[in-house]
């Protein structure tokens, strides 16, 4: 590759194929391949679908998307909410698709913050209480884990402790007791019995501390891999329909600065928009029936929702997450056969709508007020150009429209689900310079 | 939903960090353990109670108890580690609204430390504390019996089930071991493990008339243990359950075939359905399962449907490609069960 660090980045509400973007930044194939995934964001509730060229499947959830390849790491530093049952039924899962040593090539950060099964009856206890007021959690324990961490930032339980076994048994037995306070019997296993898993956690993975990362960067290329998509971030997503996380590219910024490196800003997007589980979706089109082979109803997000491309809430997108260096776009195998409407404005009120004005930042009242407007806004569609209306619209330049809405070239075209499927990112020899105009230069000569 | 229910087992994360370090999940066994957990004690107890609850309008008693002595060798472990998976298995295929699970396991009465172990009925992974409580004995052994008389004593007078109380619908009972019950409860060994005063000796066949009442009670005689397949073993099960004797031949197959044993009881499925389900789910249990339910699932195929030799039939054929048959027993086919 370039030997530089990619930090991706979902521009839509998930879904967008980050996966697979970041398998192929890994894949043994490109020459220079990043080494290292880095997680930075959200926790197990993560589904990125990785599909091997020899017909393997597996959705990451928080061992990194580049672990099909061996020998690539993932570390998950202080931003990443970890969950050590899940990581050990992960790693099951990924040896049952032929890759044994995921938890051999893992280290965790122990700064993090452990999300427990407290955590997540908790979490869906009051998820249940909403009833048909749902925000779409996906019941992982990642909304409650933020929750009790800012209410009692002292006793939250942190990967640390889990080689630290009496202050590991006092902080659980205190999150358990004030959440079945507040909300009732909520079961889950026993505090000693957890103790003793978390336990074996740590005698078996390699807990690091912050300056681990430094040395990380130093070794080879990275990719960061981001959860979710900027549409849900915690600040800039449409509240309350958001998650417990920041999902722009900031937490990989910050990691960087730390360490004194820098990232070319992918922001990686599907041709059309999708959505899991409840909140606005202007262009929704329930009439669209394109193939999904990896997302269903899930229990506690609701339905999988599918629509038209929205350069409004793309440049929205964009815009709050600081602009990104290039793009990803993903499923244009997907566009080159159906019919699909570019939506450029909305219709609320009886105003156009051409752009979503970002508010001050962390004004949960403000992206409230968006909220609504965006739930009465109806879209405006652009006619689609040439092509078969019925059937697809092959001759659509996608990639130009776009490179137009997010306001960098695109750098990977993905037309199909496996590493084999992506174009673009071939350079090498080049200079791991960020700047935009570098960038363009190499997607243009990328072809 | 809701409080009661998890997706990741905390044993099996355990059991799987510890793989590569070769540490044990049963730590109360391997940490010194020389008696029965206080949780699991007998002793005293009046009733070991499943009741409906708000949560869990309408609950389903489910006790499974394994037989812990020697000859069982590593199958009690297997077990450990297995079983978490039972609830969720319910849960997901929708085999049963409600389920409330017991675990214990049976020792040896004579010279083991914990002849009789008992958990409580659990709606959640409460039950799988009781799991890991439970002390692995290796005792026992020589003369291909074991105490199960005094687990039927318990279950058939020490538990209170509201699916029976207030439905009329027996709880399901899986005693899984690989011997014989002694033929009469001994009065002393009553008192000593569980504190009752009787005034006799109670033969086996009437304490097995007394639980069925109200448990549907199946013996799974599972591959791994040292009786697999023996003739007096199963016969003496089968004068006793009738074709409520299954043959276990693949032990990782275990919560699949007594999840798919409770969902026939339950009339949620027939048998072929439910293998369809276990496919569905990724499981590969689903030749063992369908040979050892071959029995209970085509006898009800029988009475429904099918010209009474197809059940022969259909166990033959299995046992003829299965890989891993599992004894002599197995040449008779489980036709033979059939009870028609």
Sequence with gaps: ?447 | MGSGRWSTNVYDAAARFRAATGASAFAYSDGGATGVHPALDPFGVTVRESRDSAEHPRSLAIAVLFDVTGSMRDVPRVLQAKLPQLLGLLLRKGYVADPQIMFGAIGDATCDRAPLQIGQFESDNRMDDDLGRILLEGGGGGQKTEPYELALYFMARHTAIDCYEKRGRRGCLFVIGDEMAYPQLKPAEVRDVIGDGLQGGVPVASLVAEVTARWDTYYILPAGASYVGDRQVLGFWRDLLGQNVIQLADLDAVCETIALTVGLGEDAINLDAGLTDLDDVGSAAGPTVSRALAAIGSGRRVLELAPPDMAVLDAAGLDATGPDAAGPEDLDGPGGNVRL
């Excluded at chain 1, 209480?129 to 002292?154: F, K, N, Q, V």
């Excluded at chain 1, 990719?223 to 417990?244: M, S």
């Excluded at chain 1, 009465?376 to 689609?384: I, L, N, S, T």
């Design chain 1, 1 to 447: 590759m370039d030997g530089r660090h990619y930090i991706v980045c979902g521009m839509g509400f998930g879904d967008e194929g980050k996966g697979s973007v970041v398998d192929f930044l890994c894949s043994p194939g490109r020459p220079d391949p990043a080494r290292t995934v880095i997680r930075f964001n959200g926790g197990a509730q993560a589904a990125h679908n990785v599909l091997t060229a020899d017909g393997r499947h597996h959705t990451f959830a928080q061992f990194g998307s580049g672990s099909f390849t061996p020998g690539v790491r993932t570390h998950l530093p202080r931003f990443v909410l970890v969950d050590p049952l899940a990581l050990a039924a992960e790693a099951g899962r990924l040896a049952a698709v032929g890759v044994p040593d995921a938890l051999d090539r893992l280290t965790v950060d122990r700064d993090a913050l452990l999300v427990t099964p407290y955590h997540q009856a908790a979490n869906r206890a009051r998820e249940a209480a909403r009833g048909r007021d749902r925000h779409g959690s996906c019941g992982m324990g990642i909304g409650e884990t933020a929750r009790y961490a800012l209410a009692w930032p002292g006793d939250a339980p942190r990967v640390a402790d889990c080689a630290a076994p009496r202050a590991l048994a006092r902080s659980l037995g205190l999150l358990r007791d004030r959440l079945c306070d507040e909300l009732g019997p909520l079961g889950g296993p026993s505090v000693d019995l957890l103790c003793d898993a978390y336990r074996a956690f740590a005698d078996r993975v390699p807990l690091v501390d912050g300056g681990y990362l430094r040395r990380l960067l130093r070794a080879g290329p990275t990719v960061f891999e981001g959860a979710q998509g900027v549409l849900l971030d915690e600040w800039r997503g449409f509240h309350p329909y958001t998650t417990w996380s920041t999902t722009t590219f900031a937490n990989a910024e910050t990691l960087l600065a730390e360490a004194g490196e820098t990232a070319v800003r992918l922001g990686v997007v599907r041709c059309y928009l999708t959505r899991h589980g409840p909140g606005p979706f202007v262009t929704e089109d329930p009439t669209l029936e394109l193939p999904e082979p990896h997302n269903g109803t899930g229990t506690w997000q609701g339905a999988f929702r599918t629509g038209h491309p929205d350069a409004v809430a793309l440049r929205y997108a964009a815009e709050v997450a600081g602009g990104v260096d290039g793009v990803a776009l993903t499923h244009l195998d997907v566009a080159a056969r159906h019919r699909l409407r570019l939506c450029r404005a909305y219709r609320t009120g009886g105003r156009t709508l051409s752009r979503i004005e970002p508010g001050p930042g962390h004004d949960l009242s403000w992206q409230e007020r968006l909220t609504g407007t965006l739930l009465r806004a109806r879209p405006v569609y652009e006619d689609p150009v040439g092509g078969d209306p019925a059937g697809g619209d092959p001759g659509r330049d996608w990639p130009g429209l776009f490179e137009d809405m997010l306001g960098a070239p695109v750098m990977l075209r993905s037309y199909g689900p496996t590493a084999a499927g992506k174009r673009g990112l071939q350079v090498t020899g080049r200079r791991a310079r960020v700047a935009g105009a570098t960038v363009a230069a190499a997607a243009a000569s990328s072809g």
